[in-house]
């Protein structure tokens, strides 16, 4: 079956205007989507809370270690990608996460935003200790300036 696509295109002005609006629309969605998710979750084997930017395979070897030892370590090209991590620690029940909302390279530094979530007061929650993290893949920054500013 052949259809012809001038058909549903009135003039080819107007495919010109609908295309020339598609892309940026497309560059623009691209640019605006957040940090890409390694991994999310309620158990890690890290205890204490922490923040942690990972620039090479051998940090990320130890901190895949201390993390979650018995699983397989995700494959990251370092030449192409930073790892951001956030670790809320040992919390006392189910109902807490966390996770890296942006992070934004500008003059010289990094700035990573993550949120915290907890169980409302009164809230009915899974009785077992839990240890929140949440593990992003971003563009690779050159950035030795971080800071990490907890939102909402």
Do not use: C
């Amino acid at each position: 079956m052949n259809i012809d696509l001038r058909a549903l295109v009135p003039s080819r002005r107007f495919g010109v205007f609908v295309f020339s609006w598609l892309i940026p629309m497309t560059v623009m969605a691209a640019q605006s989507q957040g940090p890409r998710t390694i991994e999310k979750g309620e158990q890690s084997n890290v205890e204490d809370p922490r923040q942690v930017v990972v620039r090479s395979e051998a940090e990320w070897t130890r901190l895949w270690q201390e993390h979650a030892p018995d699983r397989q370590r995700p494959t990251i090209d370092f030449s192409t990608e930073t790892v951001i991590g956030v670790f809320m620690g040992n919390r006392p029940n189910a109902g807490f996460s966390t996770a890296v909302v942006s992070a934004t390279e500008g003059g010289g530094a990094l700035i990573v935003r993550y949120a915290e979530t907890m169980p409302r007061p009164g809230a009915i929650t899974a009785q077992v200790i839990t240890f929140p993290y949440h593990l992003v893949a971003i563009p690779k920054v050159t950035a030795t300036n971080v800071r990490f500013e907890k939102v909402g």
